[in-house]
């Protein structure tokens, strides 16, 4: 069994990143809309498979019964209350937010036993295009797409069930790298660099986006 995690923040707080001083252009009903997209070609992509959604803003009644009844594990950090869990999410450093809400989905799997054979990660908002190819995944590697020999695409990734819980321990010792606001991409890199059952898809991975700060159209 295949368990793919979409992280999402659907309503972004006009708080800058330490990049950029917008964190999205598209507001709250575009972001929804988009991610209804990633939900719906995770369905056609990937078989075997539960959805598992880990949101941090406050929903619509509505938009969070859509979660629901479209996907297998539905989490929101907003419910927990806790405000120093939720804070991480809006400081300016990415990967905080983003190793965060990993850090909580992981964790959950581990503390509810729930196996599975295959960890795929996705972006929320973005969507698995026709280049995505279904056998390339399915080994016994983490396999990945460089951005450059510095940074690693982090929008799709899959990891092997033991290689999931120790990106998971890996993440738990990442805080100074968090603070910093060192690239996410950065940061998965470093971890790959540990483990040597690895694999880059040679062409692209099949993942797009559009970038939330600025809207350009990005295509792995």
Same mark, same amino acid.
């Not at 078989?47 to 929903?59: G, T, Y």
């Not at 069930?161 to 940061?187: C, D, G, P």
């Given at each position: 069994? &295949?368990?793919?995690?979409?992280?999402?923040?659907?309503?972004?707080?006009?708080?800058?990143?330490?990049?950029? &001083?917008?964190?999205?252009?598209?507001?709250?009903?575009?972001?929804?809309?988009?991610?209804?997209? *990633?939900?719906? *070609?995770?369905?056609?992509?990937?078989?075997?498979?539960?959805?598992?959604?880990?949101?941090?803003?406050?929903?619509?009644?509505? $938009?969070?019964?859509?979660?629901?009844?479209?996907?297998?594990?539905?989490? &929101?950090?907003?419910?927990?209350?806790?405000?120093?869990?939720?804070?991480?999410?809006?400081?300016?450093?990415?990967?905080?937010?983003?190793?965060?809400?990993?850090?909580?989905?992981?964790?959950?799997?581990?503390?509810?036993?729930?196996?599975?054979?295959?960890?795929?990660?996705?972006?929320?908002?973005?969507? @698995? *295009?026709?280049?995505?190819?279904?056998?390339?995944?399915?080994?016994?590697?983490?396999?990945?797409?460089?951005?450059?020999?510095?940074?690693?695409?982090?929008?799709?990734?899959? @990891?092997?069930?033991?290689?999931?819980?120790?990106?998971?321990?890996?993440?738990?010792?990442?805080?100074?790298?968090?603070?910093?606001?060192?690239?996410?991409?950065?940061?998965?890199?470093?971890?790959?660099?540990?483990? $040597?059952?690895?694999?880059?898809?040679? &062409?692209?991975?099949?993942?797009?986006?559009?970038?939330?700060?600025?809207?350009?159209?990005?295509?792995?």
């Amino acid at each position: 069994m &295949n368990i793919t995690l979409i992280t999402s923040i659907i309503n972004t707080p006009p708080i800058p990143l330490s990049y950029t &001083n917008t964190r999205s252009i598209y507001n709250k009903d575009e972001r929804f809309e988009q991610t209804k997209k *990633t939900i719906a *070609t995770i369905k056609e992509k990937i078989p075997s498979n539960k959805i598992m959604v880990v949101e941090c803003s406050q929903l619509t009644k509505e $938009e969070s019964e859509f979660f629901k009844e479209n996907t297998d594990i539905f989490l &929101n950090l907003c419910d927990t209350n806790d405000m120093q869990l939720i804070n991480r999410m809006f400081t300016q450093s990415k990967a905080m937010g983003e190793g965060t809400m990993t850090i909580f989905a992981l964790h959950h799997l581990f503390t509810s036993g729930i196996l599975f054979n295959n960890l795929f990660k996705i972006s929320g908002r973005y969507w @698995l *295009t026709n280049e995505f190819n279904y056998e390339e995944f399915i080994n016994n590697y983490a396999v990945f797409k460089y951005i450059d020999e510095e940074n690693v695409i982090t929008s799709l990734y899959k @990891l092997p069930f033991l290689q999931t819980k120790q990106w998971y321990n890996y993440l738990l010792f990442s805080e100074k790298k968090f603070i910093k606001a060192i690239a996410y991409e950065r940061i998965f890199l470093d971890f790959l660099q540990t483990i $040597e059952e690895k694999k880059e898809v040679d &062409n692209k991975i099949g993942i797009a986006g559009n970038i939330a700060v600025s809207g350009e159209l990005k295509n792995f």
